[in-house]
């Protein structure tokens, strides 16, 4: 493993006191995944953007957008016609959190409620 640098450090700090900012980046980090696999399945078939367009009956601009992730709000039902679409699956999974974290989401839900 690499050793980390005096930014990670502090980029390590800035996302442990600020839980908002560390679940942002998550999920931001989780997006590009889907998109960076989208593209490496696509390659692996041997497909152009065009031919993967053909594929899915769009254009080669959307999947340009779809693969940068500037398409926002990516559904679920247009990621299992993409997968399908290269061959591939999509699995979803529901995780539990940390004791610390479902106690800092049931306080958000009980925040909203009230």
Known sequence: MAKKT???????GQLEADPKL???????LSEMRIEQELVALRERRGLSQRDFAKL???????????????????????LLKCATALGGRVTLRIEPQ?????????????????
Do not use: C
């Open 56 to 78: 899915l009956g769009t254009s080669q601009p959307y999947v340009a957008k779809l693969e940068s992730g500037r398409i926002k709000n990516l559904g679920v039902r247009t």
């Open 22 to 28: 560390a679940r942002d980046v998550d999920e931001l």
């Open 98 to 114: 940390r004791e610390a974290k479902v106690a800092r989401s049931r306080a958000r839900v009980h925040r909203r409620v009230a």
């Open 6 to 12: 005096a930014f990670m450090d502090w980029i390590d």
